[in-house]
């Protein structure tokens, strides 16, 4: 999910398939990792997170990896549905930020029927 | 349910105007933030508070004001030196402490200039 400016990057799957969304993090020393879901006109809902000392997590149909060599996190969505279609965006910090999250620009899924 | 609430969700601002955003939360949390998003960027820090009476800068604080008091409210004033106001404002909260804290986003409220 890099940023290309006033327009988002886009994955369009089809519905059924799995999803991949990328985030490239910027602090090395960051420790925690969260993974929001923005619904047009709506605010971010939080999905998943994880700490840097794990490179799994699951959820419902939802898995976020961790990277911490190259700066990578992923969020996988098993079995894209239409209610999946939404901006979907990472945010970094570490635990002595206080609560000083970075967020990036996001990537927008478009499920298609 | 306990959540954020923001409101209004659209507004309007004139010209030399001064426009007041409000927050609620029922959450119990201790820390809220204002956020603005702008097309195609992450969100950026505007303001935040820790806890009751106090209140730090963010990133882009100039231009904006805020208060805290009450722990449930933290209503954001965009003034008229705010020369680019026009963008989508969200307000977070979340429990302090040390450790991993997530944000709980409310829904946003949109402004616009006439």
């Known amino acids: 999910g890099e940023s290309v400016g006033l327009h988002l990057p886009t994955l369009s799957v089809q519905e059924g398939d799995n999803s991949i969304i990328n985030c490239a993090y910027s602090?090395?020393?960051?420790?925690?990792f969260i993974w929001y879901k923005q619904e047009s006109g709506k605010g971010p809902q939080f999905i998943i997170d994880i700490r840097s000392n794990m490179d799994k997590r699951q959820g419902q149909r939802v898995t976020v990896l961790l990277n911490k060599t190259v700066k990578h996190l992923s969020l996988q969505i098993a079995a894209t549905q239409p209610g999946d279609s939404a901006v979907y965006f990472c945010?970094?910090?570490?635990?002595?930020?206080?609560?000083?999250?970075?967020f990036g620009p996001g990537t927008r899924l478009s499920v298609l029927p | 349910d306990g959540g954020i609430t923001q409101s209004p969700k659209y507004l309007f601002r004139k010209e030399g105007q001064n426009v007041t955003l409000s927050c609620e939360q029922n959450l119990n949390h201790d820390a809220m933030y204002w956020y603005r998003q702008d097309p195609g960027q992450g969100l950026r820090l505007i303001y935040y508070?820790?806890?009751?009476?106090?209140?730090q800068k963010g990133d882009i604080a100039e231009g904006y004001s805020v208060s805290r008091e009450k722990k449930e409210s933290f209503p954001l004033t965009v003034t008229s030196a705010q020369k680019n106001p026009t963008a989508f404002y969200l307000c977070a909260s979340s429990t302090t402490g040390r450790g991993y804290q997530p944000q709980h986003f409310g829904d946003g409220t949109r402004l616009s200039i006439l």
């Open positions: 945010a970094e910090t570490h635990h002595n930020y206080g609560q000083n999250f970075v």
């Open positions: 508070s820790q806890i009751v009476n106090d209140f």
């Open positions: 602090n090395s020393a960051s420790d925690y």
